[in-house]
Every structure is written in C-alpha cells, then in structure tokens.
Nanobody
Framework: HLQASGGGLVQAGGSLRLSCAAS????????MGWFRQAPGKEREFVAAINWSSGSTYYADSVKGRFTISRDNAKNTVYLQMDSLKLEDTAVYYC???????????????????WGQGTLVTVSS
C-alpha cells in the first residue's frame, strides 16, 4: 500500500513537500519513483531514487528544483519541490520498483505498485 500526501495549492515560486508512505513490502530494498500527470497529458517521469539513496535521477524539467529522498526507517519517500512553476501543476504519483535492488529507472513499466496520487496546483 502506498499513501501519497502533501499536495495542495501554492503560488508560483513557492515550495511543497510530498510524502509517500509505503507498507506491505520490505520498502528498503526497492527503488522508488515519482511521476506526474497534468490535465490532458500523459503521465511522465519526475524523479527516482535507488534503495540505498545512493543514486537519484531527475527529469530535465525539474532538475535543480526538485529533490527526492527517502527514509527507510519510516518507509517513506519524499519529493521536495521548490521554485514551483505553473507547468508543475499535476497529480503526482509515487511508485515502487517491481524488483528489489534495481538501479533507478525512468520507465513506468519498471514500477508495479502505484499510490493514489496527490494533486499539486500552482497558481500565478
């Protein structure tokens, strides 16, 4: 089970931190990813982190503004979003890699368990 939270309404230039609490797996063994889907668009990759936090990867559109992290003791992955832009408005989803110990991946079919999504709305 994945429970995403932390979305909301924020002005452009502001910050939000999303959280995704996981249960039902040995969370610490799996890479985690964040994806988003804007209205009328396909779901896209945002960021990913490997099981040990030793490797992260970001979409070019968020690089330098977003930071992914995890706390394996709390079974939680975070997405710190700074300098938010209007185009960051989307439903954000967290997801778990389908196999343990994998390196990070941007491919959605590498992730087999998805949270319900949390809405982020950036206003001008």
């Amino acid at each position: 089970h994945l429970q995403a939270s932390g979305g909301g309404l924020v002005q452009a230039g502001g910050s939000l931190r999303l959280s995704c609490a996981a249960s039902g797996r040995t969370f610490s063994r799996y890479a985690m990813g964040w994806f988003r889907q804007a209205p009328g668009k396909e779901r896209e990759f945002v960021a990913a982190i490997n099981w040990s936090s030793g490797s992260t990867y970001y979409a070019d559109s968020v690089k330098g503004r977003f930071t992914i992290s995890r706390d394996n003791a709390k079974n939680t992955v975070y997405l710190q979003m700074d300098s938010l832009k209007l185009e960051d408005t989307a439903v954000y989803y967290c997801a778990v890699d389908r196999a343990p110990w994998n390196p990070v991946s941007t491919a959605q079919d590498r992730y087999d368990y998805w949270g319900q999504g949390t809405l982020v709305t950036v206003s001008s």
